[in-house]
């Protein structure tokens, strides 16, 4: 792993994350951050006039660039020597080409915050840390505002049992496991809504596939996915919890259902989302 994406808005947030990929940057040798910020003209809120605000496109750009510019020197500030950081900016929609820029960056990781915004904001609105994990074919760290990064010695694999070995992506989490040398815990949560499954059989292959990672596996219940969760990690001092949304399976129907989205807002830990 040689490169980290961290898209920011100038926000404490994105600030925050930033300063979490710096640390993971010098804690695993990787040498190189990407600051990126994709700027776009507001859209008037108006019902009745629904239209885009004319506004200075170069002006735009410049206020980027100079953003950009005093966030890598705040970067530069915390001990940065032994790791390139370089910006990026473009006049774009954050998850519209996010593949597309990873691939021009050489990105192997992309690094986000999240802000937490009530009820309304989590149920209507999103966020951009949750959309571009859903588009992002690299993992993605989601940090919460006020987390700090601590040394991965403890993950936590959220999985559903669910053909695993058609859906569980190796590649990035080897990865992962091989560059931190963390200990590994597999998590399933029954919550009250699903009925009871034997999941000796793919437990088994699940095994086979992680054998040289030596996992635990634990299998709890809760009323809600969330809870369940962070309850078991603050439990057990996790430091990153790992979870893989499928196309057609369990986390695609948690995103539809906004179980994933609420772990990314309310998870005290960050989060990290991989792909199949």
Same mark, same amino acid.
Do not use: W
């Given at each position: 792993?040689?490169?980290?994406?961290?898209?920011?808005?100038f926000?404490?947030?994105?600030?925050?994350?930033?300063?979490?990929a710096l640390?993971l940057?010098?804690q695993?040798s990787i040498?190189?951050?990407?600051l990126?910020?994709a700027y776009?003209?507001?859209?008037?809120v108006?019902?009745?006039?629904?239209?885009?605000?004319?506004?200075?496109?170069?002006l735009?750009?410049?206020?980027?660039?100079?953003?950009l510019?005093?966030a890598?020197?705040?970067?530069?500030?915390?001990?940065?020597?032994?790791?390139q950081i370089?910006?990026?900016?473009?006049?774009?929609?954050?998850?519209g080409?996010?593949?597309e820029?990873?691939?021009?960056?050489?990105?192997?990781?992309?690094?986000?915050?999240?802000?937490?915004?009530?009820?309304?904001?989590?149920?209507?609105?999103?966020?951009?840390a949750?959309s571009?994990?859903?588009?992002?074919?690299?993992?993605?760290?989601?940090?919460?505002?006020n987390?700090?990064?601590?040394?991965?010695?403890?993950l936590?694999?959220a999985?559903d049992?669910?053909?695993v070995?058609?859906?569980?992506?190796?590649?990035?989490?080897?990865k992962l %496991?091989e !560059? /931190?040398g963390?200990?590994? &815990?597999?998590?399933?949560?029954?919550?009250?809504s $699903?009925?009871?499954?034997?999941h000796?059989?793919?437990?088994?292959?699940l095994?086979?596939l992680?054998?040289?990672?030596?996992?635990?596996?634990?299998?709890?219940?809760?009323?809600s996915?969330?809870?369940g969760i962070?309850l078991?990690?603050?439990?057990n001092k996790?430091? %990153?919890? !790992? /979870?893989?949304?499928?196309k &057609?399976?369990?986390?695609?129907?948690?995103?539809k $259902?906004s179980?994933?989205k609420?772990l990314?807002?309310?998870s005290?830990?960050?989060?990290?989302?991989?792909h199949?």
């Open positions: 792993m040689k490169t980290i994406l961290v898209p920011i808005d926000s404490a947030t994105a600030t925050n994350a930033s300063n979490y640390a940057a010098k695993y040498n190189r951050i990407v990126y910020n776009q003209a507001p859209v008037s108006d019902p009745m006039v629904p239209t885009v605000q004319l506004l200075d496109i170069d735009m750009k410049k206020s980027s660039q100079e953003g510019t005093q890598k020197k705040a970067l530069e500030h915390l001990d940065s020597k032994d790791i370089d910006t990026f900016s473009e006049y774009n929609i954050l998850t080409g996010i593949n820029l990873c691939a021009a960056v050489s990105a192997d990781l992309v690094v986000m915050g999240i802000t937490g915004g009530g009820a309304v904001t989590e149920t209507l609105i999103g966020s951009n949750v571009v994990s859903q588009h992002s074919k690299l993992p993605v760290i989601i940090v919460p505002p987390s700090v990064f601590e040394k991965i010695n403890k936590v694999l999985c049992f669910e053909q070995e058609e859906t569980t992506p190796m590649k990035p989490l080897t %496991l !560059i /931190t963390a200990e590994l &815990h597999v998590l399933h949560v029954n919550t009250p $699903k009925h009871v499954i034997d000796s059989f793919e437990n088994m292959i095994d086979r992680l054998k040289e990672f030596s996992p635990t596996y634990h299998f709890i219940e809760n009323e996915f969330t809870a962070n078991f990690s603050e439990k996790i430091d %990153l919890i !790992i /979870t893989m949304p499928k &057609h399976g369990f986390f695609d129907s948690l995103f $259902k179980h994933t609420k990314a807002f309310h005290h830990l960050p989060l990290m989302v991989m199949d």
